[in-house]
């Protein structure tokens, strides 16, 4: 157990703790290497909204902001400051609903985003794959065939377009589903089966979108890691042995092929999230998506970096979670 | 009675890609006939046919493989087999394991890597058997493992805990459970150090001699031959060249290629050069024309060039197919 | 090499779609030169005209014609896809080389980072970068960004490509015969590294010009310049599903879903050829 933990939890968690220092340090360094300077733009913005303002005050103004921002001192010390208030929680507050935390629109948006992306890649990942491990074995099948192709053409389609050729499709040509949205603008959100039903209603695009590319993605690799893993020699032991399809299936290859599938899903996490945030736009989906889009039209400078802090920490996040569910279909990475 | 009768079997693989079509023979006209009670040993080089012939011989034919004509009959205790014309179902239920089992090349990867060894057990007897009593089942393999020569407590490990000699032995045990009539053991010993070696020979003997069945032994390697095989046949290039008892083959081979075989095996107190062979295998998807050694054989005529050598049979016991035999019959 | 083209032509499905698709792309993209109209324009033409025969993709709202539209924005789409795969390959061989040839602590280090770079979220982190550079991030920028985040998946594939060379003979030939890391490294390692990189080559550009579509159509980079992804902006921005303007995001999606598919099929079907199992049964009977 101890070996375990020394060979792969330990890494594991190092990587976890590099990947939001990259990140972190990136988000930190990117605004500063901009030409804009954000205190100036705020100082300009108020100026020629017409409102007077002696000198002092404009001054006084500049230092708040200067401190609000975290750009006050050397470089070095604005790093550890801005370290220190992303420990503590605090993301500053929202520029264009002043003085509303950032952290709090944050919390609003994230269920949302979380829930869509949950039950889009749950669905996508296992039925796609189950699909996969079946189309190795069924391969005139029609059915199987129609699947296949549908999904080597949609997979290199960007979220976007597939969002919009179903927006326009569903919503427009033939009005199942309505066209943005979570819920009817002024609904009360409460806990009610009605509300619930509404939801659903309006999720159903935006995951459907989401899950047809990662269906066919995740059908794609299944497939072609079955048709490696059937001519593995365990495989064609099993068969030689006269084991039951079914059994070699499932216990054989299934079990073996879906070690690289999670791999696979912790890499592509980064890729779904950002698919995950274009979908919202689209849609109109409250999430961290259409909030990204709100804080870039009204330059909502802190927003922003909340956003990208908090999207970098929980891809991170939920990688480390998937690499702790690892060793547990995979005694080889138990027993080192 | 005899087990097995293979008769003229030919079996090729054809593949067609981007519009090129080849056809490997790899298996072109072999009879042989296993008896009850034997070890039979194959010998020949890589690339000779041997795994397609054991493919065949052991009903595993998938495509691009195909038989061409021949045919495969078993005699078993209780029923006969046309293996060519057999039911999927049946062939898996009732000849599968339990008459007929394979003992793969490489052994070191046959065992399901995610699943304990004792689970892979419970596999095999679930489908063949039915697992009414699970402890039985567990005092049964526990007690078959530890006859053959394994802690019993391997059972509870996964492959991957296990060492290359330690993981063939298991596959050994896992062929075994059901005492079938025929092992087919294919390149068993390789990639295994001589001791590691000495000890899975061991235990085939040991099971055959337990059981009374027949061994079919497949390995280039002609010392393990030599150490447990009753009778041997050597095969080249899709065909069978000579078959005799394995003192016969080894004091008075007939063959140029068996010949060749035997003369190159080291004798402590030789120190004779020994020559090797000219010339590489022939590709099978375009094999030489008449007999098939013909390119490296040192005592070749010009009959050789055009027409294929049949099977002559010198004693009872002895088969070569060699024109150089012609007027030597007994 | 022709003879490669008429092989997959004859024989392979993906191959002659693909073929086709790309062809359309490419002469749409050369035409941009001949184009009659400057792209920056407006109001030139009558606008929201319906697709016709002498307007092949309609006019938009800003009187623009769509085709000549088109034509300049596919060949600046493709411009960055190859920009972007040719900065990222760069980084990407330089790395997996390094990392895969020195081996040790520098390795660690490098494939620390490099998976880092894949655990990232790219987009958020791009959307940070365009919204300071406020709609000034050029195409050239742009793409030169998008190679800087889009070398860690072949940088791991390259350096596993090198850990197994690094077994071979040749290598310690080389090493012994006293040519230094990085002459072993370029001359030995190299050729061998190509057809990897030439296989993720058009998957780079597709993820790169995927990215471009999704940064316009938010409005953050510089609108000005035709993209695919600027044409949907530009039709959000008019609304023109509400207006029933179909046609102005009707051109640039099929466009983008012909590009797309085209270069997806190009390489899955030359994946399939270069594939040394198939390459096997390809030698001649």
Redesign the interface.
């Known amino acids: 157990m101890r070996k375990f933990i020394l060979n792969y939890l330990i890494p594991r968690i190092g990587q976890y703790l590099m990947v939001i220092f990259v990140g972190v340090t990136l988000t930190f360094i990117i605004p500063r290497l901009s030409p804009n300077d954000p205190v100036e733009t705020q100082v300009s913005q108020m100026m020629m909204s017409g409102s007077h303002v002696s000198p002092e005050e404009i001054e006084h103004l500049r230092e708040a902001l200067t401190e609000m921002y975290g750009l006050s001192g050397s470089p070095w010390e604005q790093y550890l400051a801005f370290w220190g208030r992303l420990l503590r929680g605090d993301l500053g507050p929202s520029l264009s609903t002043f003085p509303t935390p950032v952290s709090t629109l944050l919390g609003r948006a994230m269920p949302w985003t979380f829930g869509l992306l949950l039950t889009a890649v749950l669905i996508s990942w296992v039925i796609g794959n189950v699909l996969g491990a079946i189309a190795s074995y069924h391969e005139g099948n029609p059915a199987i065939r129609l699947v296949d192709i549908l999904s080597q053409a949609v997979r290199p389609i960007p979220y976007y377009i597939m969002a919009l050729v179903l927006l326009v499709v569903f919503a427009y040509y033939i009005p199942i589903f309505p066209f943005s949205g979570a819920y009817p603008p002024g609904m009360h959100v409460e806990l009610s089966w009605s509300f619930a039903m509404t939801v659903i209603r309006h999720s159903i695009l935006p995951a459907l979108s989401l899950i047809l590319i990662g269906l066919g993605g995740w059908f794609i690799g299944m497939k072609s890691l079955t048709s490696n893993i059937i001519s593995?020699?365990?495989v064609?032991?099993?068969?030689?042995?006269?084991?039951?399809q079914n059994?070699i299936l499932y216990?054989?290859v299934m079990?073996?092929a879906l070690?690289p599938q999670i791999t696979g899903l912790a890499l592509q996490l980064g890729l779904i999230f950002s698919g995950a945030l274009i979908m919202e736009v689209v849609f109109g989906y409250p999430g961290m998506g259409l909030l990204t889009l709100q804080a870039v039209m009204a330059n909502d400078y802190t927003l922003i970096m909340g956003i990208t802090l908090l999207s970098i920490v929980g891809v991170a996040t939920s990688v480390l979670i998937l690499d702790f569910i690892y060793p547990l279909?995979?005694?080889?990475v138990r027993?080192q | 009675m005899t087990l097995l009768q293979v008769e003229d079997l030919r079996a090729y693989y054809r593949?067609e890609?981007?519009?090129?079509?080849?056809?490997v023979r790899a298996v072109d006209g072999v009879s042989l006939v296993l008896n009850h009670n034997e070890i039979y040993g194959i010998a020949g080089e890589s690339s000779c046919g041997k795994t397609t012939l054991i493919k065949v011989i052991?009903g595993?034919i998938k495509p691009p493989l195909r038989v061409e004509s021949g045919s495969v009959r078993y005699n078993f205790k209780a029923f006969d087999v046309d293996m060519l014309n057999i039911d999927e179902d049946d062939?898996?239920?009732n000849?599968?394991?339990?008459e007929i089992?394979?003992v793969?090349q490489?052994?070191?990867?046959?065992?399901?890597?995610?699943?304990k060894i004792i689970r892979t057990f419970e596999?095999?007897v679930k489908?063949?058997q039915g697992l009414p009593d699970k402890k039985l089942f567990l005092e049964h393999t526990r007690t078959h493992v530890r006859t053959l020569g394994l802690p019993a407590d391997v059972l509870n490990l996964?492959p991957?805990?296990l060492s290359g000699g330690m993981r063939q032995r298991v596959?050994i045990a896992?062929a075994t459970v059901f005492h079938p009539s025929l092992i087919i053991a294919d390149e068993p010993t390789t990639a295994l150090d001589v001791v590691v070696q000495r000890g899975v020979l061991h235990m085939l003997k040991a099971i055959q001699e337990q059981s009374a069945n027949t061994v079919l032994l497949v390995t280039h390697d002609l010392a393990v031959h030599a150490n447990v095989a009753d009778r041997v046949g050597i095969m080249y290039a899709g065909r069978i060249v000579e078959e005799a008892p394995t003192r016969i083959i080894f004091n008075e081979p007939r063959h140029p290629y068996t010949q060749h075989l035997i003369q190159s095996l080291p004798v402590i107190g030789d120190k004779s050069p020994k020559a090797s062979l000219s010339g590489a295998p022939p590709s099978l998807?375009?094999p030489p024309s008449g007999c098939r050694f013909h390119p490296r054989c040192p005592m070749a005529m010009e009959i050789c060039l055009t027409e294929t050598p049949e099977m002559i049979r010198l004693t009872p016991q002895h088969r070569v197919a060699c024109h150089l035999m012609t007027g030597a019959r007994a | 090499m022709l003879t490669v083209i008429r092989?997959?032509l004859?024989?392979?499905g993906r191959f002659r779609v693909a073929f086709v698709f790309l062809l359309m792309i490419f002469s749409l993209a050369v035409l941009s030169v001949v184009s009659p109209h400057d792209p920056g324009a407006t109001f030139k033409v009558p606008a929201d005209v319906p697709p016709s025969l002498s307007r092949p993709f309609g006019t938009n709202s800003r009187g623009q014609d769509l085709f000549w539209w088109m034509a300049f924005a596919v060949r600046n789409s493709l411009l960055l896809g190859l920009v972007t795969a040719i900065v990222s390959r760069v980084i990407a061989i330089f790395v997996g080389l390094t990392s895969g040839y020195r081996g040790g602590t520098i390795d660690r280090v490098l494939m620390s980072i490099n998976d880092s770079f894949v655990v990232l979220p790219v987009l958020p982190i791009l959307i940070l970068l365009s919204f300071l550079f406020q709609g000034r991030l050029n195409l050239m920028s742009l793409a030169i960004i998008l190679g800087l985040f889009g070398w860690p998946w072949d940088a791991r594939l390259i350096r596993a490509q090198v850990l197994s060379l690094k077994e071979r003979a040749f290598t310690r030939t080389s090493v012994y015969s006293g040519a230094s890391p990085f002459r072993t490294s370029m001359k030995e390692h190299f050729p061998f590294v190509l057809p990897i990189v030439f296989a993720t080559t058009i998957n780079n550009m597709l993820w790169a010009i995927g990215f471009e579509v999704t940064l316009s159509v938010l409005g953050l980079s510089d609108v000005t310049i035709p993209t695919i992804g600027t044409a949907i902006y530009w039709a959000n921005q008019h609304q023109a599903l509400v207006a029933g303007i179909w046609w102005w995001l009707g051109a640039p999606i099929i466009v983008a879903i012909v590009l797309f598919l085209g270069l997806y099929l190009l390489f899955s079907s030359l994946n399939e050829y270069i594939d040394p199992r198939?390459r096997l049964?390809?030698?001649?009977?």
């Open positions: 593995e020699d365990y064609v032991y099993a068969e030689n042995a006269g084991l039951r059994t216990q054989y079990r073996n070690l279909f995979d005694p080889r027993h | 593949t890609v981007y519009g090129i079509s080849r056809s052991s595993t062939l898996r239920l000849v599968r394991w339990k089992s394979y793969m490489g052994s070191m990867s046959v065992l399901n890597p995610v699943r596999d095999i489908t063949h996964y991957h805990q596959a896992l998807a375009n | 092989d997959l004859k024989y392979d198939t049964r390809r030698i001649g009977a």
